[in-house]
């Protein structure tokens, strides 16, 4: 399977606090996206870094990718409650995502 | 506009109903998809249409067949569906494959 692996699958944190979820991937690819996705709802794009970026921010999102290792984490810095979701990595493959595993966090207010 | 449209949210069906879901955008976008997504599962690919072009994940069975009557609307027609068909179909769109892709609400399908 090309899906990737995302790490932890399921975390859980006070308010304030921060998150960092990671992602593994097995082919090599042109650009990886992170979404959130709500109880049972449409899923929510959040970022994009290409894969000759090794770093990017948005807000409170901070995204890093390590092209060698195949991997790219996701940190939330002073989570807030409305944080609670699941959040999915997204590699490119040809003319298609392919989704990871995702992580469920929970923030406790 | 930003949104993408999915009707029904919900749909309860037997397994030997003909049914259809719907999916709008109009954002312009040239590339549009259908997802199947299990409890606490990953979405899972089963059609793209990128510029007038359909293609199929091979794994999806016969009972769901895709229709683009344009560019803006992508229809999922079901047939024939199993249980284990029960699950959130998600509509997406993007302006090309592989860029930042729009969701749908999903339609929450029980087959009965």
């Known amino acids: 399977s090309q899906q990737g692996e995302e790490d932890p699958q399921a975390l859980s944190i006070q308010e304030g606090e921060n998150a960092t979820m990671n992602c593994s991937y097995k082919?090599?690819?042109?650009?990886l996206q992170w979404y959130r996705q709500n109880s049972g709802r449409g899923l929510v794009h959040l970022i994009l870094i290409r894969s000759n970026e090794r770093e990017k921010h948005s807000g409170r999102l901070r995204v890093t990718l390590d092209t060698s290792k195949k991997s790219s984490s996701l940190l939330i810095t002073a989570s807030r409650a409305a944080d609670t979701a699941s959040y999915f990595c997204?590699?490119?493959?040809?003319?298609?995502?392919?989704f990871g595993t995702g992580t469920r966090l929970q923030v406790f207010p | 506009d930003t949104e993408v449209t999915q009707t029904p949210k919900h749909l309860v069906m037997g397994m030997t109903n003909k049914k259809s879901l719907k999916c709008e955008q109009h954002m312009g976008h040239r590339a549009m998809y259908w997802y199947k997504q299990k409890a606490k599962k990953p979405p899972e690919l089963m059609f793209v249409?990128?510029?007038?072009?359909?293609?199929i994940n091979e794994s999806v069975p016969s009972r769901f067949s895709p229709e683009c009557p344009n560019s803006s609307l992508l229809n999922l027609h079901l047939h024939a569906l199993q249980p284990e068909d029960s699950a959130l179909y998600l509509c997406a769109s993007s302006q090309r494959a592989v860029n930042e892709q729009f969701f749908g609400p999903g339609t929450r399908l029980t087959v009965l």
């Open positions: 249409y990128s510029y007038e072009k359909l293609s």
């Open positions: 997204a590699t490119d493959n040809t003319d298609k995502l392919i």
């Open positions: 082919t090599s690819i042109n650009n």
